[in-house]
């Protein structure tokens, strides 16, 4: 009885551990964004084949301490894209379609994480 426990146990372990090592996929196309730089100038930035599967902070806005969000991102990627108005993918959260139109100005975003749609 034991036996069949351990070897239950021992199937699903390998069975999660095959399922976390697989690899992730980076999205087609890019991300982009715009933001306020240190001269208080609106700048433009992109996240080219961003990762799927991973919470990614926009870096020039990480710090709310020290920056305004970034703003309007254009999701002309394959994936779909939910972005967060705090680093660490919390806060308030928007899904952006793939390939989809700009957004507002007023969508602001401190991370972004890229998903395939069940």
Avoid at 26 to 37: L, P, Q
Avoid at 56 to 81: K, R
Avoid at 88 to 100: I, M, N, V
Wanted: net charge negative.
């Amino acid at each position: 009885m034991r036996l069949r426990h351990a070897v239950t146990a021992a199937c699903g372990a390998l069975a999660l551990t095959t399922v976390l090592a697989a690899p992730a996929h980076a999205a087609t196309g890019e991300f982009g964004y715009k933001f306020v730089g240190f001269s208080g100038e609106e700048q433009r930035a992109a996240l080219q084949a961003p990762q799927s599967g991973v919470c990614i902070t926009i870096p020039e806005v990480a710090d709310p301490a020290a920056s305004a969000p970034a703003y309007a991102p254009h999701n002309d990627t394959d994936a779909w894209a939910m972005v967060f108005t705090e680093p660490d993918c919390t806060g308030d959260s928007w899904t952006l379609k793939p390939e989809g139109r700009p957004a507002s100005d007023r969508l602001k975003l401190r991370s972004v994480i890229f998903f395939d749609r069940p």
